[in-house]
């Protein structure tokens, strides 16, 4: 098929131009397009004259006879400008033989024709989440089930159309109602209390939320996707076109919005601002790169200097550097920014052979844009925003109660359960009082004033015959609590250990569970029974667990290269509170002899990576010098082996390194690079140890250390 269509193309191409005319073009700088190829579609662009409908025709039936592929006039159809004339449009008509003259509603699943009044256009988006909604009401399925079903159906429907347009603001609050509605009612149309908006909803689980998407931030994260490509592949059909009749003669992040400009360029240019909240230059000359304007420093937040101190006259990162090196003048850099700023600065590592900066996504390791990390970046940027407005801040303290309530072996629906019980989410009867929906807060049970969930657990006469059923039964006491604070003080492990705290979670939500029960009119409760159901519950729980079985791990050793071949291992050691590190070489030849061994002291390492590549650089840079023509580069970090593998190693957190290895190992007659696991690359890690500040430089190719020698020794001789 590929072949044919490739045919057709060359046929388009070759016969076409001379009557068909070049095709479109949307500005005087765009390409010209004569034709697209999608799947088995083909879309023809000419003037409306009865010789090129001819010549078309000609070409079609010519592609018949070549491919044995017959065009389905009754699925094709004709779309003319407004400029066309009748009598233009019916010799067009009859010479190809398509009466049909309208393009479908729709074309893979987008609107084909969205004007500048999109109200309307894509209601369709926010009525298939209605449509779906509204078939789970009649289930009437757990907020754990809803949970799924929003996650894995509702979510997911926008996501096309959002990866092409900024969908309009009316279509994202339907949607976000719909969604809302059906996760605190449990039907589109139930308007129960929302308990939380839908900013904290919205949030991870660790940060208290329920983990669902914010729609208008996610469609801002989608189309950065498509400003991302315009910049990284300016050669694509696409970017030369949008170039061309949007910024013909300028930067993508510099274009501005041209009136009357088409609906996908304003919803690129929406897009565009997620971009730029996470793209940042990777130093190479420095000569493009203004200190004070630019982004270009990965360790702040805000990726540019802090302040800018007085009688300070550096403008460019270039200024930096000392004359003729691509290396930091420490101390000007210490002499010009703050102390953190200059820290931060100092961990970059500027690529001696990188012909110009590049620009990367700070948010990944690779340096490639990704929704997630942007999606992840837009939603901190809010709830920022918010806290700043409200004055409130969550804290690291609030993520480790999030991350053991989820991690709790108890049923997913009571999870959820204990998720509203911690924000007071509850409808108790002490709740509805205080929003003054009910005139009289007293326990239907006991008749004591003032029910809450903290009644109803531990205070109430159900709950009390409850808890000594319980501790009959399955031994398990109930732990001091606080009327204030117990809901979270069941999850500290100080207080009850894992097993206790997910039984009495269990017990709660079935005391809870029975208390809404007899409200709607169910009399008969056994404690002995309620408590039997939640034991089995739990064990069966902790049964089914199936405990993690590691995979068997053959311990890796060092193999010996093929004759006239040299083996180069490098290891790092990095060290976090320090900023520094240590790399270590080893290099032996195809009998497994040490030729030489070096190690040398880092300062200023931004992480362990970037030690792992420094280590790399050396020992490739200390076989070159030895003369050695065959040379394998073995490491242990597999993160960084991916990366020199991969193409896109140029935008990473290491691009400068990562261009000086590859361009080493592209000096040698032969160049491999592997993985080895630790277990074989214990020489490297031995020299890797021994650097300190006193000694931050060893060189060994006669004498080594006992302990380098004792690692090859074992290397070769294994147990």
């Known amino acids: 098929f590929l072949l044919c ?21 949307v500005s005087l700088h765009s390409p010209w397009i004569s034709h697209l190829l999608f799947a088995d579609d083909c879309l023809v662009f000419t003037q409306a004259t009865k010789r090129g409908a001819e010549r078309i025709a000609e070409i079609l039936d010519l592609y018949n006879r070549g491919s044995g592929q017959l065009v389905n006039k009754d699925k094709s159809a004709i779309f003319f400008s407004d400029n066309c004339d009748v009598s233009q449009k019916n010799e067009v008509r009859e010479s190809l033989q398509i009466a049909t003259e309208a393009l479908g509603e729709k074309y893979l699943g987008l609107p084909t024709a ?23 009401g009649e289930n009437f399925l757990s907020c754990a089930g809803r949970e799924v079903l929003i996650k894995a159906n509702a979510q997911s429907v926008p996501t096309y159309p959002m990866s092409c347009f900024k969908l309009p603001a009316n279509v994202c609050q339907k949607m976000r109602t719909y969604i809302s509605n059906y996760w605190w009612g449990s039907s589109v149309d139930n308007h129960k209390i929302h308990w939380q908006k839908w900013s904290k909803l919205s949030c991870p689980k660790a940060d208290g939320g329920m983990g669902f998407r914010d729609l208008t931030l996610f469609n801002k994260a989608m189309l950065g996707k498509q400003g991302w490509r315009l910049m990284t592949r300016p050669d694509s059909l696409c970017a030369r076109v949008i170039k061309g009749k949007y910024y013909p003669n300028g930067e993508f992040l510099t274009a501005t919005r041209k009136r009357k400009c088409s609906e996908t360029w304003k919803a690129i240019l929406f897009g565009r601002e997620a971009l730029k909240l996470g793209m940042i230059k990777r130093i190479g000359p420095g000569d493009t790169v203004n200190i004070w304007t630019d982004n270009w420093i990965v360790g702040l937040d805000s990726f540019k200097p802090t302040i800018r101190l007085e009688s300070v006259s550096v403008e460019r990162v270039q200024d930096l550097f000392r004359p003729g090196t691509r290396e930091w003048d420490e101390q000007l850099v210490r002499s010009s920014f703050i102390y953190r700023d200059a820290l931060e600065i100092l961990k970059i590592k500027p690529g001696a052979r990188m012909l110009e900066d590049v620009d990367a996504w700070a948010f990944e390791r690779t340096g490639v844009y990704s929704v997630r990390s942007c999606y992840r970046a837009l939603k901190k940027e809010q709830e920022t925003t918010e806290s700043y407005a409200t004055g409130s801040a969550g804290s690291s303290d609030d993520a480790r109660w999030w991350k053991k309530l989820w991690g709790l072996k108890i049923p997913p629906k009571v999870r959820v359960f204990w998720w509203r019980a911690v924000h007071g989410y509850l409808l108790t009867k002490g709740e509805l009082k205080r929003r003054h929906v ?12 003032g029910e809450t969930l903290y009644h109803i657990a531990l205070q109430c006469s159900y709950a009390v015959q409850f808890w000594k059923a319980v501790k009959e039964i399955t031994g398990c006491k109930l732990p001091p609590l606080h009327p204030a604070t117990w809901t979270r003080d069941l999850l500290a492990s100080d207080i009850c250990v894992q097993k206790d705290a997910a039984l009495i979670i269990c017990g709660v939500w079935s005391l809870w569970t029975g208390r809404n029960a007899r409200r709607h009119g169910r009399t008969r409760w056994s404690p002995g029974a309620a408590v039997r159901h939640v034991a089995s519950m739990v064990e069966d729980l902790l049964c089914l667990e199936v405990p993690a079985v590691k995979p068997t791990r053959v311990p890796g050793r060092w193999a010996k290269p093929q004759e006239n071949w040299i083996k180069v291992n490098t290891d790092s050691a990095f060290h976090v509170s320090s900023a520094t590190g240590a790399g270590g070489v080893v290099i032996r030849d195809s009998d497994g002899r040490l030729l030489s061994a070096a190690a040398r002291l880092y300062s200023h390492i931004p992480d362990a990576l970037t030690g792992e590549a420094l280590a790399a650089r050396d020992g490739l840079q200390l076989a070159g010098e030895q003369g050695h023509a065959n040379v394998i580069l ?15 190693g140029g935008r990473s957190v290491i691009s400068g390194l990562w261009q000086e290895i590859r361009e080493l190992g592209r000096g040698f007659s032969g160049f491999k690079l592997l993985h080895v696991n630790r277990e074989g690359n214990v020489a490297a890690h031995v020299c890797a140890s021994l ?9 060994w ?10 690692a090859i020794q074992n290397d070769c001789n294994p147990s």
Do not use: M
């Open 701 to 710: 190719s006669d004498c080594f250390p006992t302990r380098l020698e004792e």
């Open 438 to 449: 009910a005139s009289e807060d007293h326990c239907e049970t006991c008749g004591e004033p």
């Open 634 to 648: 073995e490491v242990d970090n597999l993160v960084l082996v991916n990366l020199l593998h991969s193409e896109d």
């Open 114 to 136: 969205v004007g500048r009044a999109v109200d309307g256009t894509f209601n369709y988006v926010s009525d298939r989440i209605r449509s779906f909604v509204s078939g789970w």
């Open 691 to 699: 650097p300190t500040e006193s000694n931050p430089e060893f060189f």
């Open 5 to 25: 269509s490739e045919g057709l193309t060359s046929l388009l191409k070759a016969r076409g131009p001379q009557y068909i005319s070049r095709g479109i073009r």
